[in-house]
């Protein structure tokens, strides 16, 4: 991962055109049924009803979990939206809801006891154009988890902020598109609050494939198809509340760099480097070793991950011999100040690494990027 030509692994996910292959769950969470404790950072907790009656309007006023209620070919379903958790997410969602966008759209793929999935395609399986608006910005660290019944965005692996009109619908509880092998989760932003006879039905649907969609190589295409009638939004969105909460919420965000850097500092009683080229490195322990050079091997032991702090490459177990040459900028800048026996944080712009490339399905474009580096030895 700190080579520049790193041997990409295989990808935990596809949530486009080709079938989910996903990993154990890690923790029990949400559900929505009338059964289930909420935990912790669950979606809106709304009473969950098997029947599938009218939906009442529970308020008119403006407020931050909004209702939407979906009717269908095969019946209706509400959902409950959580603006505090995903502002932008929810206002966008109700945009299109508003607009008529999912009106006649269908629910496209089926995939059995994991998900559902809907809102960007025709019967006829052509990708709906007009009335699309830009992307959006991926708020996936909400405290939300990818709980049974919880409704999510889909978006393109390696492309955080590319969500715009699909969305999905957990039939299991899928935690593990809470945190993928890009640096991101799927955002989730609601859940099914009512009409789960209704989405039995679309779960038990007939499946066969389709050749418009993923080239015909999977049976998830419901048949006949399975048609979004009409969105309607019960209880309205409290606007101005969510564009302060975005807001505020973007100001946490450009922070959360700063505060980091602060909690390494104390950790290591002195400040932070930061270089002309934008590396910023921090020494938790000064080594008094020899010094690479700029075609040296090096024994190191490193651990590489995101500001928020989850990992995505780690070589901790045995030390591993790096070419100076073949290492990313920020990494073979980073090594060259160091001594033999020195310990160094560094953080890199995603110019010092993978810059606006990534690493398709490992490493997100435009990553600031974290590593800790021991230097054990200079051959």
Known sequence: ??????????LRYVLLCVPLAISACRTTGPRATDTTTTTTGAAPTAQVTSDNQDTPIVSMAPCMEPVVRVDTTLGSFTLTLDAKAAPLTVENFIDYAKSGFYNGLVFHR???????QGGAYTPSLERRTYGLRDSIFNEWDNGLRNGRYTIGMVRRPGILDSAQNEFYINLIDHFALDMTDDGAGFCVFGMVTDGLDTIARIKNAPLA??????????????????????MAVMVP???DAAKAEAAKQKDIRENRLTKFIEKLEKEAGRKAVKSDTGLIYIDMVIGDGGVPAEDSNVDVYY????INEVEFETQMDKPALLQMPALTPGMREGLLTMREGGMRVLIMPPKLGYGSGGIPGIIAPDSTLVFDVKLIEIR
């Open 209 to 230: 494939s389709h050749p418009k969609y993923a080239e015909g190589r999977s049976a998830v295409v419901p048949t006949p198809p399975i048609i979004i009638k009409k």
């Open 303 to 306: 651990r590489g991950y995101y």
């Open 1 to 10: 991962m700190i080579l520049k030509n790193a041997n990409l692994r295989a």
């Open 237 to 239: 969105l409290d606007r």
């Open 110 to 116: 089926v995939v059995s006891g994991m998900m559902i």
